[in-house]
T-cell receptor, first 112, second 106 residues
Framework: DTAVSQTPKYLVTQMGNDKSIKCEQN?????MYWYKQDSKKFLKIMFS???????INETVPNRFSPKSPDKAHLNLHINSLELGDSAVYFC???????????FGPGTRLTVL | GQSLEQPSEVTAVEGAIVQINCTYQ??????LSWYQQHDGGAPTFLSY????GLEETGRFSSFLSRSDSYGYLLLQELQMKDSASYFC???????FGDGTTLTVKP
């Protein structure tokens, strides 16, 4: 059983398109996250939701919008994709904001 | 804001001991965590220090000194499979350091 799953695993798209990445966790956790890892392997928090409420919203372009339909899901929608959005996006979950985070396998986004 | 500093690269030989240091600046501290990430993989949790002192988990130990805003990850009896990136993280803020690439040589 996969604890934190993301779809798709790979996403190749053209500049200007809109795309979504889905994340689901079956661990019963209250907190979910989205991270961006660039080509230099720097891992940056983008958003965090606790019980469907946004608690961390780092400085990211407003083209990125997280949506949490329920505690088990946190999707990431990206509008008007740019070349600089190419990265690996990781979803994660934890029981609380101070607890161990469990990461999904990542989604490699390539914008052409 | 918050920031963490850790060395970008460390190299060691199999069987050796290596220490990866991390200094941090933050307002409001909830603890320091360590994560491991192999090439092409996802980060995985290694350890967490909320209070000063040493936490030991098998071959890995982590230390924290809140008064010095400093922590380290100690890896003993290094194995080739320990070659990976290691991140220190400000727990509660989900702020990751830039990562340390550990290369273990035979």
């Amino acid at each position: 059983d996969t604890a934190v799953s993301q779809t798709p695993k790979y996403l190749v798209t053209q500049m200007g398109n809109d795309k979504s990445i889905k994340c689901e966790q079956n661990l019963g956790h209250d907190t979910m996250y989205w991270y961006k890892q660039d080509s230099k392997k720097f891992l940056k928090i983008m958003f965090s939701y606790n019980n469907k409420e946004l608690i961390i919203n780092e400085t990211v372009p407003n083209r990125f919008s997280p949506k949490s339909p329920d505690k088990a899901h946190l999707n990431l929608h990206i509008n008007s994709l740019e070349l600089g959005d190419s990265a690996v996006y990781f979803c994660a979950s934890s029981q609380g904001i101070h607890n161990e985070q469990f990461f999904g396998p990542g989604t490699r986004l390539t914008v052409l | 804001g918050q920031s963490l500093e850790q060395p970008s690269e460390v190299t060691a030989v199999e069987g050796a001991i290596v220490q990866i240091n991390c200094t941090y600046q933050t307002s409001g501290f909830y603890g320091l965590s360590w994560y491991q990430q192999h090439d092409g993989g996802a980060p995985t949790f290694l350890s967490y220090n909320a209070l000063d002192g040493l936490e030991e988990t098998g071959r890995f130990s982590s230390f924290l000194s809140r008064s010095d805003s400093y922590g380290y990850l100690l890896l003993q009896e290094l194995q080739m499979k320990d070659s990976a990136s290691y991140f220190c993280v400000l727990t509660g803020k989900s702020t990751f350091g830039d990562g340390t690439t550990l290369t273990v040589k035979p």
